[in-house]
């Protein structure tokens, strides 16, 4: 060992010898000056302290306290003019005392015992308060007895009872102090108000000699409700020296009891030992069931923020742009999961700034004035998680002024209390932050930590996945708008009319298409499809389909060869998705129109003659995907002069709950009923918006031609 460490072990040594030797010169002075009682201390608080600073201290340092208790009460019995052998047969009862007690309970607490517990506050009760003090009761009761002719079994009782609630009322609130000091402290003027009602209550109960219990009961259970054990017991302790220094003043009932002054000790302190044990059970039994309340309140929280995430997730996989994240965190964070405010950013492309993407549950003054954002270089919860990748947790206003004072007026300006700032990072690096606010003081606690860091991850991966979707929207728009004109080209001899209804309504992608084509000898192609899926993927294949489709037209192919050929394009140049198609061609020289279907419903022709309308069915064959040796029937018929053909796709005609057939049936209803004089354009709208009002599940294209026009 070195020189230091000696120095620092007697340092330590030295100071518990004081520290022991003064509390207890001070308590056992303080017994002879106010708690005697003929034959000696009728209360002796110096036993709590022993037994105390023995219980919280390791046994490697016992001979320090042994040696202060043995020293100390030597110097007080030669203070008050005791032999030296009295001296010494008192002192070496002193020291046994506590080394009994203490040893007793450290054994069968397995350590020091925390009295909250009802277990360890009887291994106390029975080893501190009752065994050691009686083992010190026959050593001290034998140096009086031999000392001063008493009774032995009177001087016994006397110390027993003396130095028993001494240990009681004394080492109790020394042992729960390091558990339960934050109690008292967080209610300071509510302790002192209890302790100062103890002590008049206990006054007037001895002044008008009532029975003692009948004014303490009540203030120690508001000690035990209120205040916890700790309270309890400091009330305790308050009753145990009022009661003791009434008594000994000739006060109260134990002082007019007609027995001997053994006698009435034993009963007052028994008394008092009641009502402090009473108290500090009544506390235990308190505090179990606000702990138990405490419990399955945090496990409903717990519970309820697992819910919240669950729906969050839910939310979240759906929402494909910032304002929907925003909505979904908004709609969890705040209305269920309790807190006051949520704001969440991302860093700006030049990196300089944290722009919020939503700002929920703020005064509008606070939105208006803060709102915009706020520079990575500003000293601000925000900020900080993102140039440290590290949360920032702030429980209290005065923690948020004292890491950021030029900031402290949006704290204030929003009612903040609690506040809990945590980076998105979904790629190792944050991209920006999520702020959560309370307007009450917040534990936030492992739980809390834990849900906010599951709300910061999603939210991140959200982002990331919407701005990939954006990327991906934009690139289809773009993709769509070059290979699919909002209205067809004109064609010499006939009206061409086209009703698109994508089922997204916001975003307008689909994979359904058609096409009017003008070919070689004045014949007419014409066609409508339906790629499986929505966004860009769809966009692409539909893209493509249209595009050889087109190419395969103008060289001339029959339409079920046309569907043959896109056959075997689809398999090897498409995204492997089906895709259905229906292809007309209509030739001039005869007036004939052929056609073919791969899997696509069949197209309708309405009679100017006679407005009926049926189905071209003769055509038809299976739809287009990445199958092999593929064959497709052809069907042909002739027009006369305004007859409609109309050709669609099943988004039309399909309903959930509704067999196709109906749809169809419908849909010749619908087509009869036009009038030659109504625009083309304006009955394929009016059909799709009839059949296929929104919300729609699928998408919606029309295309209606006339003939001889």
Same mark, same amino acid.
């Given at each position: ?43 002796? =608080? ?25 020293? +100390? ?30 040893? $007793? ?30 083992? #010190? ?10 000392? @001063? ?98 008594? @000994? ?26 009502? /402090? ?6 506390? %235990? ?23 919240? &995430? ?46 919020? /993407? ?20 500003? =000293?601000?919860?925000?900020? @900080?998680? /993102?140039?440290?990748?590290? !949360? ?16 402290? /007026? ?15 990072? =979904? ?20 739980? %809390?930590?834990?849900? +906010? ?7 991140? %991966? ?39 209804? !994508? ?5 307008? &992608? ?22 499986? #899926?929505?966004?860009?993927? +769809?966009?692409? @294949? ?14 001339? &192919?029959? !339409? ?55 189905? $071209? ?22 027009? +006369? ?38 625009? $083309? ?7 799709? %918006?009839?059949?296929? !009002? ?16």
């Amino acid at each position: 060992m070195t020189g230091s460490n000696r120095l620092d072990r007697l340092g330590a040594a030295t100071g518990l010898f004081g520290w022991v030797a003064l509390a207890y010169i001070g308590g056992a002075v303080l017994s002879w000056q106010t708690f005697g009682a003929e034959i000696g201390p009728a209360f002796f =608080p110096a036993a709590g302290v022993t037994v105390s600073a023995m219980l919280l201290t390791r046994r490697s340092r016992w001979p320090v306290i042994v040696a202060a208790i043995f020293l +100390a009460e030597f110097a007080v019995d030669l203070r008050y003019d005791f032999s030296w052998a009295a001296a010494t047969g008192f002192a070496l009862a002193n020291t046994i005392e506590p080394l009994v007690g203490a040893t $007793l309970v450290r054994r069968w607490c397995k350590g020091p015992p925390d009295l909250r517990r009802r277990d360890d506050l009887a291994r106390f009760v029975v080893g501190a308060v009752v065994s050691g003090p009686l083992v #010190g009761g026959v050593i001290g009761g034998l140096v009086i007895a031999l000392r @001063d002719g008493v009774w032995l079994p009177h001087a016994t009782l006397h110390w027993w009872a003396g130095d028993g609630i001494g240990v009681l009322v004394v080492a109790a609130p020394i042992l729960l102090w390091p558990k339960q000091s934050r109690v008292l402290a967080a209610r300071k003027a509510e302790m002192v108000l209890t302790l100062l009602a103890t002590v008049g209550l206990s006054i007037v109960a001895f002044l008008s000699e009532l029975p003692p219990a009948l004014f303490l009961l009540p203030v120690l259970a508001w000690a035990a409700f209120r205040l916890d054990v700790l309270g309890a017991a400091l009330a305790g302790a308050v009753v145990a020296f009022i009661t003791n220094f009434m008594t @000994d003043g000739g006060y109260g009932a134990f002082a007019h009891l007609h027995m001997s002054p053994a006698g009435r000790l034993a009963v007052a302190q028994a008394s008092i030992a009641v009502v /402090v044990l009473v108290a500090m059970l009544t506390a %235990q039994e308190a505090a179990g069931r606000v702990t138990a309340i405490r419990q399955r309140q945090a496990e409903r929280r717990e519970r309820l923020r697992l819910e919240t &995430l669950a729906r969050l997730g839910q939310l979240l996989s759906g929402a494909l742009t910032q304002d929907q994240i925003g909505d979904a965190v908004q709609s969890q964070v705040i209305n269920d999961a309790g807190a006051t405010a949520v704001h969440f950013g991302l860093v700006s492309s030049d990196g300089s700034t944290l722009t919020w /993407v939503t700002m929920a549950g703020y005064p509008e003054a606070v939105v208006a004035r803060f709102g915009r954002g706020v520079a990575l270089d500003e =000293p601000t919860a925000a900020s @900080d998680v /993102v140039r440290t990748g590290q !949360p920032v947790v702030i429980r209290n206003p005065q923690e948020y002024r004292r890491r950021y004072p030029d900031n402290a /007026v949006w704290l204030e300006a929003s009612g903040a209390t609690s506040l809990l700032a945590w980076p998105l990072t =979904p790629g190792g690096k944050a991209i920006g932050a999520l702020v959560l606010v309370w307007d009450t003081p917040q534990p936030l606690d492992t739980a %809390q930590l834990a849900y +906010a860091s599951a709300v910061a991850t999603m939210t991140g %991966q959200a982002l990331v996945r919407a701005q990939v979707y954006a990327d991906e929207h934009a690139r289809a728009v773009v993709l769509q708008a070059a290979v699919l004109p909002s209205s067809p080209s004109a064609i010499e001899g006939m009206d061409v009319a086209v009703s698109y209804e !994508p089922a997204d309504t916001v975003q307008g &992608l689909g994979g359904d298409w058609y096409d009017a084509l003008a070919l070689r000898e004045g014949r007419t192609y014409v066609a409508v499809g339906d790629v499986v #899926g929505h966004g860009l993927p +769809a966009v692409e @294949d539909m893209a493509q389909l249209r595009s050889a489709a087109r190419a395969l037209a103008l060289q001339g &192919l029959s !339409p079920a060869r046309l569907l043959a050929e896109l056959n075997t394009f689809t398999r090897y140049a498409s995204q492997g998705k089906f895709a259905t198609m229906s292809v007309a061609i209509f030739d001039p020289k005869d007036r004939s129109l052929s056609y073919a279907s791969a899997g696509h419903p069949p197209p309708l022709l309405r009679s100017a003659a006679t407005g009926a309308v049926t189905r $071209l069915t003769t055509g038809h064959g299976p739809v287009l995907g990445p199958v092999e040796a593929i064959s497709y029937a052809q069907g042909y018929t002739r027009l +006369a002069d305004g007859d409609i053909v109309v050709l669609y796709t099943d988004g039309l005609i399909e309903r959930r709950g509704q067999d196709i057939e109906t749809g169809l049936r419908w849909a010749q209803q619908l087509i009869a009923d036009w009038s030659d004089d109504e625009p $083309l354009t304006q009955a394929c709208q009016r059909l799709s %918006q009839t059949l296929a !009002p929104a919300p729609r599940n699928d998408d919606v294209c029309v295309v209606a031609v006339r003939f001889g026009r």
